[in-house]
């Protein structure tokens, strides 16, 4: 039998299955289908980007040395474009500031502007694609150690409060140009490695800068902005001033968005179960999904029980309009394409998985059956969902066969840079 009548056969014993359990699976994958998912640029290249800088700094890192690391901007777009032909579904493109193309000209993080991504943006319109956007406070040389934006120095300070200007006005450009509304996540690496003496100044400082970063007015719903908050970093162990209720603080203060990825909490600590309690007091979440192995390591997004929960937690509580959905990892230790694409594919598979949890689960909880909750839940994990996540791919024409396509582009492509 051909693989595509497997496919058919598949499915229709699935539908019957999910529809037994009261779930339409056709409205499943029509919502799954819609709700972006932002593909983080910085897993091609390694997080080194064009604009200067030739090694990775401010407390994170790549691991491996995988070879077919994407060189230049046409290399990396050729990339994300080939890694997107393997992912179904709504896809948005996560860009950082470093990925700047200066073309010769002098021009520095504090002026930049849309004239540096104008290629970006003309690529992401010919993809498809809307733009999300990051400032870059790490790998340059104006870094004082691992402080930006709350540095002691004054003249630091300046140059990376402008930086966080200009990624405003860029995100704006984006969003106008696209169509499409451009999320600006703010992260800062600052703090220190060893135990602190004073906690205090250099937040101080921080907010200060931020309230400059932010005093513009710029509409909420196109450049909506969020602080990322992080307990610790690669030699920044002991303290970081954006910490997480320095972070959710701020933007509870200032109406901006709350930034939660995966990898920065202790590492008994899930995101999933903080969603529902930070958007009772923020309006949007911008995620940063990414997997943490004992640390913050940045491994390639599994199917694992964590990624599921934060799908259900979007999807179940009718979230997906307030979260901004991106992905934050950076393996160089296998092929780079195949890492986006393993990623992304599981976040929609995730999201798909989540549209189609029978209600009856929260139904038992409300009519307080707790005995029929656990049974259905446990019922819920052997569902026909590859049956149906396949059929999703097929017709949206994805290849059924992602991993030779995969091994293909690194035969052609990849293995001769
Ligand atoms: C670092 C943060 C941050 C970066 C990217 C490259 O720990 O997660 O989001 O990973 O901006
Ligand atoms: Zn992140």
């Known amino acids: 039998m051909k693989k595509e009548d497997l496919i058919v056969r598949g499915y229709e014993y699935a539908k019957a299955v999910y529809a037994d359990m009261g779930v339409d699976v056709e409205a499943a994958m029509k919502k799954a289908d819609a709700i972006p998912v932002s593909m983080h640029c ?37 990339d994300i474009a080939f890694a997107k032909s393997l992912i179904p579904g709504e ?18 993080r504090d002026a930049y502007t849309i004239e540096q991504f104008q290629n970006w943006v003309d690529f992401a319109k010919e993809q498809g694609m809307g733009l999300d956007f990051n400032p870059t406070y790490f790998s340059h040389p104006k870094m004082d150690g691992d402080f930006s934006l709350s540095s002691y120095d004054a003249d630091t300070r300046r140059f990376w409060i402008e930086h966080g200007k200009r990624c405003r006005e ?57 602080i990322e908050s992080k ?29 939660l990825d995966a990898g920065h909490f202790h590492p ?31 491994h390639v997004i599994i199917l694992d029980d964590e990624l599921q929960k934060i799908m259900d937690e979007i999807i179940l509580n009718g979230f997906e309009s307030r979260t901004f959905i991106g992905l934050d990892y950076f393996d160089a230790s296998i092929n780079r394409v195949a890492a986006w694409a393993v990623g992304m594919r599981n976040a929609r598979k995730a999201i798909l998985n989540a549209c189609l949890a029978p209600a009856a689960i ?26 149906v996540w396949d059929y999703y791919c097929m017709t949206k024409g994805i290849s059924t066969d992602m991993l030779t396509d995969v091994k293909q582009y690194e035969k052609d492509v990849l293995s001769k840079r």
């Open 268 to 298: 008994t600590e899930v995101i999933s179960a903080k969603l529902s309690a930070v958007l009772q007091f923020v309006d949007n979440v911008i995620l940063h999904v990414s997997r943490p192995v004992r640390w913050d390591s940045d």
């Open 91 to 108: 896809v948005k493109l996560n860009m950082h500031a470093c990925y700047a193309e200066k073309n010769g000209k002098k021009v520095d």
């Open 170 to 226: 860029i995100g704006l450009e984006f969003a106008k140009q696209l169509g499409k509304p451009c999320a600006v996540n703010y992260w800062m690496p600052d703090g220190y490695k060893d135990v602190t003496a004073d906690t205090k100044k250099h937040r101080d400082l921080m907010t200060e800068s931020l309230d400059e970063v932010f005093a513009a007015d710029i509409d909420k719903k196109l450049v909506p902005c969020g």
């Open 362 to 387: 929260r139904q038992a909880e409300y009519e307080r059956d707790y005995t029929s909750r656990l049974a259905l839940q446990e019922e819920r994990k052997t569902l026909p969902f590859g049956a």
């Open 231 to 259: 307990l610790f970093g690669v030699g920044v162990e002991s303290y970081t001033v954006a910490s997480h209720e320095y972070s959710y603080g701020y933007a509870v203060k200032k109406g901006l968005a709350y930034t």
């Open 42 to 78: 910085w897993q091609g290249d390694d997080v080194i980007g064009f604009d200067g800088s030739d090694a990775l700094t401010g407390g994170i890192q790549t691991t491996g040395n995988y070879p077919g690391r994407a060189r230049t901007a046409e290399e990396l777009r050729s």
